[in-house]
C-alpha cells in the first residue's frame, strides 16, 4: 500500500467445514479497523481457530484505543481495549443435549485437549462459518467498562449550567426549599 499502512489477514468467515480439513488450524494477523467498532488505532492482535471434531478451539489477543464520554462529567476521554483469551465452542447443540461427556468431545482423535465442563457454555452450528472479525469484535466489546469515568480527577458534573431563572416544575419546589 502506498501510504505506509500495513494491514492484517483479510477478515473474512471461514465455513467450519474449511477449518475441519486444516490440521494446524488458521491463524490471522490483525493490523485493521473493524466494522462493528469506532476505534482511534486500528485493532492489533492475533487469532488462532483450530476445528477438532466437535469443538473449535479458538485463542486471540488484541488491543486497540476507543473514544468514551465520562458517565460524571460528559467530557470524552480515550480508553484503552484488550483482550488475551482462550474459548472453546461445542459444534452442535445435539451433543450437548446428548450429554456427551468430556471423552467424546473429540470425535476426531488428534491432540488431547484438557476440557473443564465450566469453559463449555457456547455453540456454534456445524454448518456455519466461523466471523473472525465479529469474534474479535465481541471479545473486545466485552472489556468496555460498565461505567465510563474519565479517572481519579473527574471534576463531576457542571452545576452552574442549570440557568437560575429556568421555571421550577411545581412538583420540585419543595426540594428547592430545602436547598437555597
Given at each position: 500500500m502506498g501510504d505506509g499502512l500495513q494491514t492484517g489477514d483479510p477478515l473474512i468467515p471461514v465455513p467450519l467445514q474449511e477449518l475441519s480439513l486444516l490440521e494446524q488450524g488458521k491463524q490471522w494477523r490483525i493490523n485493521q479497523r473493524l466494522s462493528?467498532?469506532?476505534?482511534l488505532t486500528p485493532v492489533r492482535g492475533q487469532l488462532r481457530a483450530v476445528h477438532r471434531g466437535n469443538i473449535l478451539e479458538l485463542d486471540g489477543e488484541a488491543s486497540t484505543i476507543v473514544t468514551l464520554c465520562c458517565d460524571r462529567c460528559l467530557q470524552q476521554f480515550n480508553h484503552p481495549l484488550l483482550f488475551e483469551t482462550h474459548e472453546v465452542l461445542w459444534l452442535g447443540e445435539q451433543a450437548r443435549e446428548q450429554g456427551m461427556d468430556l471423552e467424546s468431545v473429540?470425535?476426531?482423535?488428534?491432540?488431547?485437549?484438557?476440557?473443564?465442563?465450566?469453559?463449555?457454555?457456547e455453540s456454534m452450528d456445524?454448518?456455519?462459518?466461523f466471523d473472525p472479525e465479529h469474534w474479535v469484535f465481541e471479545q473486545l466489546n466485552l472489556q468496555l467498562p460498565v461505567v465510563n469515568r474519565c479517572g481519579s480527577d473527574c471534576p463531576g458534573p457542571n452545576l452552574n449550567a442549570a440557568v437560575a431563572d429556568e421555571p421550577?416544575?411545581?412538583?420540585?419546589a419543595?426540594?428547592?426549599?430545602?436547598?437555597p
Open positions: 462493528e467498532l469506532e476505534s473429540l470425535e476426531a482423535g488428534g491432540a488431547v485437549i484438557e476440557l473443564d465442563p465450566d469453559e463449555l457454555t456445524p454448518r456455519a462459518d421550577i416544575d411545581p412538583r420540585w419543595a426540594l428547592k426549599k430545602l436547598n
